[in-house]
Structures are given as C-alpha cells and as structure tokens.
C-alpha cells in the first residue's frame, strides 16, 4: 500500500527514484581499556579490508556512470586506507594505550581534520572531508553498521534526512541525487534556499514519518505540492512519469524566456534578479537570464571552514562575481551570521534567543576587525562591476550610521594607498526588523536602496520563529499586516527618490508578485529558479490595474482573503 508523506515545499520539481536515508551525525566513542590488543588490532585491519573492497566497488560503478574524473575521489579514499601514518598511529594507540580501535580511530583521525582545516589551502582542507568519510566508513565497519555518506551514492536517489547542513546540499552530485526530503525545517530555512539555487527538488519539514521510509523504497517526490508518495502503485506510477514529464517540457519552454526583458502588459520595466550564495551559483543566474544579483548572502563564504576568509580570498570571489554578471547590478550583502547560521570559530557566548541576538550587522559592529576586512575586500572589488553595498538587520539610524562610517573610513585608508575604488557603488540596507520598515520614512533620506528580507521581516512581525513548525501557520506573507508594512517601505523609498526592492522568498512567489508589483516594488530578488517564472507572470500583468487590486487587498484582514482575492484575479 501506497504511503503520502506532506511536507512543505521547498523547491518545485519531481522525482521519481530509490529512497536513501543519510544519517549524518558522527558517531563518537566513549573510551575504554581493551584486554586483547591484538585481536583489536586485528579488528581494525578487518575494518580496513572491507573498507577498501567497498570503496573500490564504488570507484568502479562510479567511472562507469560518471566518467574517470568524478571517479578519483575514490582513489584518495584508498589512498587514505594505505596510509601508513594514519593506519598505524591508530595501531600504536590501541597496542600503547589499550584503546578499543573505535576510540583510537576517533582520535587520530579527529585530529588529523583538525590539522587539515587549520591550514590556509582550500585544497588541503577539502581533503579533511575525505578524512572524515574514510573515518566514518572504517567506523561503521567496526560496529557492524551499515555507511551513510552522500559521496558514495551512485545510483539515481532521493535522499531522506533529519536535515541536511548547507555544505551536505553543497555537496550534492546532482547526476545521481535526484531529489531530498527533510524531517525538519521550512520553506525559509538555508537547505531549502540551497536546493532552490541548485534546481534540485526538495521537500522539507516531512516530519517523523519521512523517518519511517526504508532504505531502498521506490518514492515519488513532488515538490511542486509538497507530497512524497512511498511504495507507489503501477498506476499512480504512471501518472506522475506524465506529470513528470509535463513539469520539465514547461521548464524548457520557460528557457526560452531568458533572453527576454523583465516587463510588464502595460510596458513597465522591473528587474528581476538572483539571489546566491556562492559563487557556484552563478551558472544558474545566468541560464535563467536574470537581470542582476539582489543579493548576495555572503556568510557561505565564511562557513564550512575553520577560520575567517582572508580579504585577498574575499576579493577574488567578489571581482568574480561583478565580472561574470557584466556591469549588471550585484548586491552584496555584508556577514549576516547568528540566528540559525554559525561560525564556531568565532566561539560567541551562547544566546538564549539567538533570532533576536547579536547577529548580522550587529556583531559586525562589535567584531569591527573582520567587519573592515570584508569591506576593504568589497571597496576593492567595486571598479570590476556595478556594486552596491548593503547592510542587514538594521533596527535604529545609530547602526547605520556607524556601519556608513566605518565604510567610509576604509574607502578613504584605500585611496591613501593608492587602491582604486568606484565612486558608483549604491549602499542601501535590509528592511527586515519591523522598526525599520515603520521607520522607513528617515532610512530613506540616509540610504540609495532598500531591500525587503521578508524572510526575517514575517518572523518579527508575527514573532513565530522562521524555522520553528510549531507555530509554522503565522508564517503569513499575505497577511494585510505584512502587506501594509511592505507598502510603507515602498512608498518611503517613492517618496524620497531611492529604489525599492524584496530579496525574502516572497519576491519570487506567484501569488505575491501582482500585489507587489501593484504597489509599485522595483526590483524582485528570488531563487534562480524563480526568475523565468516571475518574468512570464509579470508579462501577462498590467502595473496599473494591480496598483488598485492591491489597494484592495490591502484593506481585508485576513491571508486567507488576500489569498482567494488574487487566485481569482491573476492570469494563468
Ligand atoms: C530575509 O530575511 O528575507 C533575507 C533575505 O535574509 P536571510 O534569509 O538570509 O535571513
Ligand atoms: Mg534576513
């Protein structure tokens, strides 16, 4: 019998495929004195035969489905197992100390990561990864379990987790991954944001019932409603091969779609732009033809790793970024870490209420050291492209200002010394906190640009925690609440002159866009993914008809309302 999943989701597309549960949490032995040494040593050698037998399996299947290349991966994880320096400093620590091999291989080969992702090469700390997933195998060899590990999949899958990190997503080998399924998280959270710069299907928030799906079982995932269908039958099957095949012959259809402008039936001209995290993903920016990057989330670049991005590191990747998108506008967003991102090498006090914590540009200004070093690296970067500068979580004019004058500072120290900046670069600011979108009137006069972060702007509004399922319904950005506040950020911006755009999830939601359009937003920041869709609903919208439709809406009182109120009005 056929068994429905739902969750919430996160980024549309359907996959059919085998389920492949990843349980990602290392295991950590507790230490204790063995009495046989060598048959412990003899276990350990066990583990590193059957470890070896697998991996090879996997390198072969691997080359033969993706190519040589895809496949040397592997070869290192071999490499690894023959290791004489890893293999018998855990053999010296179970004969020396009478270690349980588990606890002799946690050990050498936690400090070997350590090690590796101290040092200052990319390529060098990469290889901690595969440290730890030859660890983690060896270990799971040594308690008789089977191996959960996202680089060994080289079957067509749909990954069921209890969640799934940014640099898991990262990771993902989109030739085989076809999909994942998340017991926790929301629309809002990072994985799916990934998932939704990837292109990649995903569901999250499924719940303890996604835990329940075997390894193995057949799982249609369609992440255009949010259901998971496990053990389908023959018919059902069917059906969703179709609708399968309907969804991707409108998504090449939609391509043809990226060389257009972004405008609307009564001829007005918005910008519809990306937002990224990387600089991977640029490609998808540029497939989908968006007119620019709203926003750049940088705190990627500053997680996964062991210590602060250098500012010659940082200015590589920002001239990268205002050079591959031509002279079209790149908003960069400066760190925004604390709330559900963190830096554990930054080792910050422990908050009770991290959302409403020390995070984003508040920590900036009270870590003013790395703060100048992203800006240095940014002003630098500035004469490659069209930059503009923004500054997140402001709540008061005070943050502002010091954040403006601290960019000053450095702007003027790099000219003393000769490094050219542009004199074109925009600096605006997040409206996310609802004291700045109230106050919305004096930023205004203090800023070029604003930005609507409705991600964080709908959880301080309602005050229901972004990534909290519990009170998940208050997470409404159609409530005539959220929607009044949006329009008093609009019409400060009009009223003073400056631009006024939205890079939160719901600048690329279909049943935001007419009411956003209509009260006169001009620049829509979304997920790749999001952009060819926006740009075809925008062109069957008339500005001027949506500026009273909006109106209207904007005077129910209810999400439910505005809702129904904009499905029966907006173009198929
Ligand atoms: C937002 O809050 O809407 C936003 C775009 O920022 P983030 O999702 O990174 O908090
Ligand atoms: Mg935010």
Known sequence: ?????????????????????????????????????????????????????????????????????????FEAHLFLLEDPDLIDSVLDKVKDEQASAEYALYEVTAAVVEMLLELDNEMVRERAADVKDVSGRLMSHLLGKPYASLSGISEETIILAEDLTPSDTAQLDLNVILGFVTEIGSRTSHSAIMARSLEIPAIVGAGAASAAVADGALVIMDATEGKVIVDPSEEVLAEYREKKKQYDERKVQLKRLARQPSVTADGEHLELAANIGSVEDLNKVLENGADGVGLFRTEFLYMGRSSLPTEEEQFQIYKHVLEKLGGKRVVIRTLDIGGDKELPYLELAKESNPFLGLRALRLCLTREDLFR????????????????????????????????????????????????????????????????????????????????????????????????ESVAYLYQPYHPSILRLVRMVIKAAERAGIWSGMCGEMAGDQTAIPLLLGMGLNEFSMSAGSVLPARELIGKLSKQEWASLSEEALGMSTQEEVQQFVKQRRPL
């Open 373 to 468: 070093t992203q800006l240095r690296a940014l002003l630098r970067a500035s004469v490659f492209g069209k930059l503009n500068i923004m500054f997140p979580m402001i709540a008061v004019l005070s943050e502002l200002r010091e954040a403006k004058r601290i960019l000053e500072e450095e702007r003027v120290k790099l000219q003393q010394e000769g490094i050219p900046v542009s004199d074109l670069i925009e600096v605006g600011m997040m409206i996310e906190i609802p004291a700045a979108a109230i106050g919305a009137d004096y930023f205004a006069k203090e800023v070029d640009f604003f930005s609507i972060g409705t991600n964080d702007l709908i959880q301080y509004t309602m005050a229901a925690d972004r990534m909290n």
């Open 1 to 73: 019998m056929a068994n429905i999943i739902s969750g919430v989701a996160a980024s549309p597309g359907i996959a059919i495929a085998k389920a492949f549960r990843y349980i990602n949490t290392p295991y950590i032995p507790q230490q204790k004195t063995i009495t046989d040494a060598i048959a412990e040593a003899g276990r350990f050698r066990q583990a590193i035969e059957q470890s070896k037998i697998e991996i090879e399996e996997i390198r072969l299947k691997t080359e033969q489905r993706l190519g040589a290349q895809k496949a040397e991966i």
